[in-house]
């Protein structure tokens, strides 16, 4: 006990920030005696290499002049005092498809900044990494993203057009292929959720990977979806591609209410014609929502000007009044369709 009390002596004399020694700060979590050897437990926040490396030494030479001889062991532990202020989000709602390119982003985006336009408060996760588009679709590639959403170890998602956005291709330069494995990817999203200055949303879109796969299921297991949102062409091979991840939805111990699904890239006008040509067959994701009883939430046509603004980074609603009412219409089913 004598021991402990100039050991506790001893840290006193260790000064980090305003003044105030380790003790009084509230660093030590515990001082312990083991196999001859005194061990110390620390508790900080975010310590970079050089405060950790010059902590140890002044706790060394602090402990040292004090005489005491023992041989001392520092344990760091991280604490995250950063307290997030509370973020609160009403609903979170996924969108997926089974195939990629079938403008599931781009429906994202465009359905994210219609909720904006209606008044709500609105977030934006893409947790697409096999192909994270939504740094493209919303212009914030060049952003110096990590000064942006590291700030105390806490993010703070980018906002741009009104929406907070958060993408895992912050992460990774430009053309970069991501290769991390399952864990590493989930660990991200989950800082994603839960380590984000989100603040209070009345929505927060997240914008899935294609296809189904052990990325869905730990999302699915990690956050409480209110539902889903698919996205499909006509075309049979994507609707089969839909079919697996509506069993995927389905299963029990994971299940989340499919909110609907919509036909993108449904028809285009030539310019010869004013008959609608249906690249990829008509009514094919209306038949299969009546099949597999998933509500019918509206059709996107297939417009030049969609791809221009994707490629532009202005999401088509800010830009072209008849774009935005088919989203605001969509937007409106998929309200009436939350549980
Ligand atoms: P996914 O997220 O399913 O992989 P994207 O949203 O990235 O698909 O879309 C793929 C490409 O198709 C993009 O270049 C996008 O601009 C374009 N696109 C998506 N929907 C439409 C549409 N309705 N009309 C024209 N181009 C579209």
Not at 171 to 193: D, E, H, S, Y
């Amino acid at each position: 006990m004598i021991l402990k009390k100039k050991i506790e002596e001893a840290l006193k004399n260790v000064f980090i920030i305003d003044n105030k020694n380790i003790i009084e700060s509230g660093f030590v979590k515990k001082i312990d005696f083991l196999n001859q050897k005194i061990i110390i437990y620390l508790n900080l926040s975010n310590p970079t290499m050089h405060f950790k490396k010059k902590l140890i030494k002044d706790i060394n030479h602090s402990i040292k002049n004090k005489n005491i001889l023992y041989p001392i062991c520092i344990k760091i532990e991280m604490k995250s005092n950063t307290k997030i202020k509370k973020t609160i989000i009403k609903n979170i709602i996924a969108v997926a498809s089974g195939k990629g390119g079938v403008g599931k982003s781009t429906i994202a985006t465009n359905i994210a900044v219609s909720l904006v336009l209606m008044g709500f408060n609105v977030g934006l996760l893409d947790a697409d990494i096999y192909g994270p588009s939504i740094p493209l679709m919303f212009n914030i590639e060049d952003e110096n993203i990590q000064t942006i959403i590291h700030k105390n170890g806490i993010m703070n998602p980018i906002i741009r057009y009104g929406v907070k956005i958060l993408s895992i291709g912050f992460f990774i330069k430009n053309g970069q292929a991501i290769v991390w494995r399952g864990p590493m990817v989930t660990k991200v999203l989950r800082q994603f959720m839960h380590e984000t200055d989100w603040g209070e949303l009345d929505f927060l879109i997240v914008d899935l990977p294609p296809g189904t796969g052990d990325i869905h299921l730990s999302l699915l297991q990690e956050i409480s979806f209110k539902g889903i949102i698919l996205v499909s062409t006509s075309q049979k091979i994507a609707l089969s591609d839909v079919n697996r991840a509506v069993g995927m939805f389905r299963i029990k111990s994971i299940y989340v209410p499919i909110l609907g699904i919509i036909e993108n890239m449904s028809y285009f006008l030539t310019k010869e014609s004013k008959d609608k040509c249906y690249l990829f067959g008509i009514d094919g994701v209306k038949n299969f929502s009546k099949k597999m009883d998933i509500f019918f939430l509206g059709k996107i046509p297939f417009l030049q000007k969609i791809r221009e603004n994707s490629d532009l980074g202005i999401p088509v609603v800010l830009e072209n009044e008849n774009i935005k009412n088919i989203f605001i219409k969509i937007t409106k089913n998929i309200i009436t369709k939350l549980p």
